[in-house]
Structure formats: structure tokens, C-alpha cells
């Protein structure tokens, strides 16, 4: 799967390597059922009209966690859809289009969208609660930690959840909207750098999958629990191969911030 397909296109440089906002699930699997809680989402600026496309996770009735820059101004809103193929729903006027349910945007306070790798983290606050069994739950403070000192001695697997294109390259893009997943396996994590302590690499490869542009956002799962590791949040490259980037959300400022809109 690859990460959710934005409207509009940002390139920045980091280490001296260019990182996109990434869009949707590649060489993934239909998910299904298998992860309800995870939704696909639509920014809105303050007239309502519609920004781009990100995925994310319920953890609450009411409260969705994405990535930053797709929460970022000039967005103030959201519509999301929780939908496993949500292709066939729309109607062929596309944008806009009603969704399941609508809520209102929050970017981390530390969020710059010159430099958006370092605080993105954002959260869409539903207008009314969204009912399921089970939701998407937080992770323990800095429990990737321990993927970094027993590597070789457990499961460094994820499974990334999200919407966005399918496939992509220099003559052709399969953008559509439906829930997908994939099981990358971690490459890089708190090492000076590139990533820092901030972000992991995963895998993005035929073997295990990975994410592209659309699934921004989309929650990269610890092994096959429901417990967010980290969001995802950039790509290496425009044909999103390779490796993809994963903004931790177990450090403790991103815990307090999500932690502040909970009852």
C-alpha cells in the first residue's frame, strides 16, 4: 500500500535527500474488515472545500490521530470515511462528497510545515462519536526504544494501514480508494542522522509492501497489535520504493498532545 494522494505537491530536503509527504499503500493487501477504526479522510479549508486526502486512526469515539501535514493550515476541518472501499461509494461528481462523519483539525503546537518531518502529528476532534467495538490504541512511552537495543531478538514487523494509490510511476498511477494493508519490517530506527530519534525507516518492497502518497497519516501498527507505532509520514523518492518514513508517536510530547483532547 502506499500513502494517501494529496492535492498538491511539497518537496522538502533533509540530510541531503528529498522527502515527500507520503500518499498509499503499495504491493498491499485489501484489509477489509480487519482494521475498522481506520479511516480515510478529506481536509477542508473554512469555506469547506476539500484540501486533499490522508488516512488515519480512530483511538477513541472521537478522536483521530493523522500526521501533521495533513492536518496543517490552511485545513480546519475534516470528513471522514471509515469504510473499507469507499471507490464505490462516491458519487461520479466526485469532490465534494458527504462522508461518514466530520470533525474539526489540530496540528502539534511544534508543527512547521517548512521542516514537517520533526512534529507530524495531527488530530481531527469528531463532531459527534463514531461507535465501534474496539478502537486503535497508543503506544507506551518510548516503546520503540526496544526495538533498537534487541534487534535480532524479536519482531521488528508493522503493519501499515491506510487509503491512496496502489502504484506509481513515471507513466502510470492506480489510485483507489480503498483500505489496504502491508507488513514492512523496520530498517533504521534512533540512528544519528537522518531519522534521529524522531522517525523510523520501514521496508517497501514486493515482499513486504509499503506506503505512498494517500496514506499519509495512516497508522503503522507494532507487529499485528493495534497499537500505533508511529504515523506515516514521508517518502524517499516520487515512485514511494524502497523505504518509508514513520513519524514516532511514543515520545512524550506527542503522547500529551493526542492524550489533551481524550475525556
Known amino acids: 500500500m502506499r500513502k494517501p494522494l494529496c492535492l498538491f505537491s511539497i ?3 533533509l540530510s541531503f535527500m528529498v522527502v515527500n509527504p507520503a500518499f498509499a499503500i503499495k504491493y498491499g493487501e485489501l484489509d477489509g474488515d480487519a482494521h475498522p477504526y481506520v479511516g480515510l479522510m478529506v481536509a477542508l479549508d473554512g469555506d469547506g472545500n476539500p484540501l486533499w486526502r490522508c488516512s488515519g486512526a480512530l483511538i477513541s469515539p472521537t478522536v483521530y490521530v493523522t500526521a501533521g501535514h495533513c492536518t496543517q493550515a490552511p485545513a480546519a476541518a475534516a470528513t471522514i470515511w471509515f469504510d473499507a472501499d469507499v471507490e464505490s ?3 461520479g461528481n466526485g469532490y465534494p462528497f458527504a462522508g461518514d462523519v466530520v470533525g474539526t483539525t489540530h496540528t502539534h503546537p511544534l508543527y512547521d510545515p517548512e521542516a514537517f518531518f520533526l512534529f507530524d502529528l495531527g488530530v481531527v476532534v469528531l463532531d459527534e462519536p463514531f ?3 474496539e478502537y486503535a490504541t497508543l503506544p507506551e512511552l518510548d516503546q520503540l526504544d526496544a526495538m533498537k537495543t534487541r534487534r535480532g531478538k524479536q519482531d521488528v514487523t508493522f503493519t501499515a494501514v491506510g487509503y491512496g494509490l496502489q502504484w506509481i510511476n513515471p507513466v502510470f498511477i492506480e489510485s483507489e480508494r480503498v483500505r489496504m494493508s502491508a507488513t514492512p519490517h523496520l530498517l533504521q530506527i534512533n540512528t544519528p542522522g537522518f531519522t534521529g530519534d524522531i522517525s523510523i525507516l520501514l521496508s517497501n518492497n514486493h515482499s513486504t509492501g509499503g506506503t505512498c502518497f494517500g496514506d ?3 497508522p503503522n501498527f507494532i507487529g499485528d497489535s493495534n497499537v500505533i507505532g508511529g504515523v506515516t509520514s514521508f517518502g524517499i523518492n516520487g515512485n514511494c520504493a524502497g523505504t518509508g518514513g514513520v513519524y514516532r508517536i511514543d515520545r512524550a510530547d506527542d503522547l500529551n ?7
Do not use: R
Not at 498532545?257 to 475525556?263: E, G, R
Open 11 to 13: 518537496l522538502f530536503a
Open 89 to 91: 461509494g462516491i458519487p
Open 131 to 133: 461507535d465501534l467495538s
Open 216 to 218: 499519509s497519516g495512516g
Open 257 to 263: 498532545f493526542i492524550n489533551s483532547f481524550l475525556p
